[in-house]
């Protein structure tokens, strides 16, 4: 009897817990409303599965206690009741699973028009950049990577001298651009994860990841880490800046471009990175636009 | 002509010393002991870890002996022991050992010295891992998951000595768990007593048997990954390992894949959590209807939501993989997969339920803890819609949403069902019973204790905190409010955790000091309550071997005075 | 009875007991299935690690080495050798599974076998060896570490099987001859398949 108690109040409790509980979902700051609608479609369906089946459970453990006297029912199974079950327990399955992959569908596919970035990471730093004027960014990897060459960018790759490298923890983005972010490890995996944006993908040494989504609110946002990467894992942070495009612009002409790293570099330096390009005579696959 | 256990033929060979009996012993039900002690002394040693956890994350910067490094030590090998060494080896070393042979109405199991070995193998295997304990740079910190690249280049704990530690135990593991698993899959197909037939066995059997059998199918894929991050590490292969940096440094590894080890250990990983849930629920299935006098509700559907459930625990793995960076489509087909696991599990749901409704509930403390399974369970396995479904997973992978739901699927409904079912086997076990008041105090403490520790955990999620942070920070999307709430989790957890003493006492104190249990107090219908002696003797039957015939569900039946007609009974 | 119409079984309808046999009577020896439990462990086992063989065969070029990182391994008489040891080996064992007529030639065929597959192993080792002084050792290529990790695993099985061979030797059973010769052709099997694998690719 008490545990009868015990369950409807703690569906009680769960139902007000959730409705007065201050930990739920950031303001969105990106195109992924469908995310948030898809989860609100299985909080709603799932809301009413936890609540009507504990109280149908509740009130079955008070009608059906032993008292003297009262014996079960005897009733090995009830064909046409689990199929009607079965039934509509599909019903609602297909009715979460429906939108989730409405919305993953737009997920894989990236717009035409966005714009790229690319975020590297590394044990225990975030770095970025962006394509600049041609549009393209030069290949790299790991092999290339010199003390004045951080971003591995390949030498030989007439894309790459236009990129522009930011190398604090700090990026911006402008407003309601969609932008494909592109994702590269220099070490272990790690994870790009704002969760203003939703958006998140695993950053994966060896190959090229990816997301796509459109800041729509401007402001600032943290990143975070999310894959396990070591002991500083909880310290990988970096910022995202959202602002209008003129502000953007005028931000990325601020920046510094491979081929002004290369013009300022010592010629030691210079033939440091040339070498690292001499054991591949084919441009390694580096980027994906 | 066959001549082993199953015939009854050759007789089993009784042991005349106390080593015989106790510590070299091929009885399955001592073997079963051995591995129930084991596994619950190692798994204490994962709640104290998951003590300190809870002590860093709710009072960050009051523990200096704990760094970074530590705290990733703790998580990592509270996650492997808690999942492997004590509710795998718990549930099917443990329980299936002890009750496949007697409910089945088999003597022992097939292979008894395979058996035994099983055991000191599984032994073994934990003072292995027990070892990198003391190791230098301490044990792995690259979390149960063991990812690849991290687990063994510099920056993460254990990632010389530990991990390799931590692989060899896992492989010493799988060897005894493959024995182990042969035994229980093969004395229910050839062991089974006359009339005991597949559709006569209790629901308990068949947990444990398709979980056996998923186990041979899944460990294999935990073996391969280990052997090859072994060599990895030691030998300069490059199964898992791209070209990389490590601390600035090149390494002399070219062209792995890390995802391929993602592959991988899910393929283990998905039908692990299974081969530790379906145990669970076919020995809940046994309490409820043990304890509601009723038969469990459309038996076969729960028969075969078991044996549907493992097959396709075999085809979900990648749900745990969608952020990870491979195909994206396969988000499509995983997605798919997953939802349709759900209808299964929610028919054993609904079949549960079922079974209370019109039934006749005696509200002793197993039934307690099957109820408080069935809360738990539902709201884990609706957490559960939310990860498997692939665009929701975005935003909240790697968050505590996932920390809260595994643990109330794995953590808290299992532990539940172990809890109801030792309290419920006690009896036969030990031939003593247990203190009611004790043990009602336990439930109460436990079971609203470990829902206040995990329900506000799926908020903080939703919110945004990642799990496997050692400290939050200052952090700005994160209010004030979320470090209340790590404080109150803590407290609560620290509570549950002093709480389990009433069950240590209360079952050591039993078996000294118990009252004397009758052979079958509950009035149970499946054979394990029907031996001749309680607790059970070697060779568990007695002279002859009993003949089943009924199924082991026949409670209540119209037309008959008691309210439960044995197995073993003859149709009048 | 069909496995489905078992599983389809209204238990609770049909109480009693007679009409069924004892166990003993009907069942296959213990042994016997857990042996062929055991066999899909060892499909599972084995096809895991070619699947991997081939994802990561096929990955250098998604992975854009351009040369291909993958360089196969050449064939030196020995692995022809060894497969033809393993071969008489499995014809051994086979003599001795059918043989009716007379124990001393069971005997012999069973000692044969055992002998051939250690024998077999030797020459594994011997063939690891020419590999390695040839520059092919384990960490130099992804082809090489499969083959290794392959060898291994199929080595060690066989390993065990010499274990049991033992047993039978200290203990002869016609029917446990039958399932050391079960196994002993299961492993030729795969051994073939992964010869196969690695030749071709």
Known sequence: MPVAIAIALLVLGSVIFHLASPWWLTPLASNWGSLDDALHITLWICAVAFVVLNLFMAWAIWRYRHRPGHRAHYEPENASLEKRLTFWTAIGIAGMLAPGLIAWSQYVNVPKEAAIVEATGQQWTWSFRFPGPDGVLGTAAVEHITPD???????????????????????????NQPVKMVLRSK???????????????????????????TPTK????????????????????????????????????D??????????????????????????????????? | MATTIADDLRPLHHPKTWIGKYVWSQDHKVIAIQYGVTAIGIGLVALVLSALMRLQLGFPGMFPSIQPENYLQYVSMHGMIMVVYLLTALLLGGFGNYLIPLMVGARDMVFPFVNMLSYWVYLLSVLVLVASFFVPGGPTGAGWTLYPPQAITEGTPGQEWGILLMLASLAIFIIAF????????????????????????????????????????????????????????????????????????????????????????????HPEVYIVALPA???????????????????????????????????????HMYVSGMNPYFGFFFATSTLIIAIPTAIKVYNWLLTLWRGDIHLRVPMLFAIAFLFTFIHGGLTGLFLGNVSVDVPLSDTFFVVGHFHMVMGVSPILVIFGAI????????????????????????????????????????????????????????????????????????????????????????????????????????????????????????????????????YSVPGHARDFIAQDEAPS | MSLLSRLA??????????????????????????????????AIIFSLTVAAYLMRMGLHEALGHGAGDWRPMPEPALLWVNSFILLLSGIAWEVARRGVSRPDRIRIAVIAGGLLGIAFLLGQVMLWRHYDAAGYYLSANPANAFFYLLTAIHGLHLIGGLAAWLRVLARPRLSSIRLCALYWHSLLFIWVLLAGLLLST
């Not at chain 2, 048997?209 to 294999?220: D, E, H, T």
Request: hydrophobic share 50%; aromatic share 14%.
């Open chain 3, 9 to 42: 079984e209204k238990s609770w309808l049909t109480p009693g007991a007679e009409g069924f046999d004892e166990p003993a009577d009907y069942r296959p020896a213990a042994v016997a299935v857990g042996l062929y439990v055991y066999f899909a462990v060892m």
């Open chain 1, 255 to 289: 920046q510094i471009s491979f081929g002004q790293i290369m013009a300022q570099a010592s010629p030691a330096s210079i033939s440091a990175i040339l070498a690292s390009a001499d054991s591949c005579a084919t441009p390694t696959r580096g980027s994906l636009n």
């Open chain 1, 187 to 213: 070490d272990v995996l790690h994870d790009f994860y704002v969760p203003q944006f939703r958006a998140k993908m695993d950053l994966v040494p060896g190959i090229v990841t990816y997301f796509w989504m």
């Open chain 2, 423 to 554: 309290y419920h086997w006690y009896p036969k076990i030990t031939g003593r019973m247990w203190n009611n008041v004790l043990a009602q105090a336990h439930f109460w403490i436990t079971f609203l204790g470990v829902y206040a520790i995990y329900l506000p955990m799926h908020y903080l999620g939703v919110l945004g905190v990642p799990r496997r942070y050692y400290a939050l920070g200052e952090t700005a999307f994160i209010p004030q409010s979320a470090h209340v709430a790590n404080e109150v989790i803590t407290v609560a957890a620290l509570i549950v955790f002093v709480a389990q003493g009433l069950f240590f006492y209360n079952m050591i104190w039993s078996l000294f000091r118990g009252p004397k249990a009758g052979p079958n107090p509950w009035g149970a219908a499946s054979l394990e309550w029907q031996t001749p002696d309680t607790p059970p003797k070697h060779g568990n039957w007695g002279a002859k071997l009993p003949t089943v015939y009924r199924w082991a569900y026949d």
């Open chain 1, 218 to 253: 401007a402001g600032t946002y943290e990143i975070l880490c999310a894959e396990l990467c070591g002991v500083g894992h909880h310290e990988m942070r970096g910022t995202v800046v959202v602002e209008p495009q003129e502000a953007f612009d005028a931000w990325l002409a």
């Open chain 2, 178 to 269: 493959t024995m182990g698993g042969l035994n229980y899959v093969t004395t229910v197909l050839q062991a089974r007593t006359k009339g005991m037939t597949l559709m006569r066995m209790p629901c308990s059997v068949w947990g444990i048997f398709v979980a056996s059998i998923m186990g041979l199918l899944a460990f294999p894929a935990l073996f391969v990954a280990a052997v090859m991050m072994m060599l990895d590490h030691v030998a300069g292969t490059s199964f898992f390992m791209p070209a990389l940096l490590s601390m600035g440094q090149p390494l002399d590894h070219e062209g792995g894949s890390p995802i391929l080890f993602q592959h991988l250990f899910w393929f283990f990983g």
């Open chain 1, 149 to 175: 060459n951080s971003f591995g960018i390949n030498p030989l790759d007439p894309f790459g001298r236009d990129d522009i490298l930011i190398e604090t923890n700090e990026l911006h983005l402008a407003l």
């Open chain 2, 281 to 319: 629920f076919g020995i809940v299935s046994d309490l409820i209807s043990v304890h509601a006098r009723k038969n469990i509700f459309g038996y076969r559907m729960m028969v075969w939501a078991i044996v549907i459930i493992g097959a396709l625990s075999f085809v979900v793995w990648a749900h």
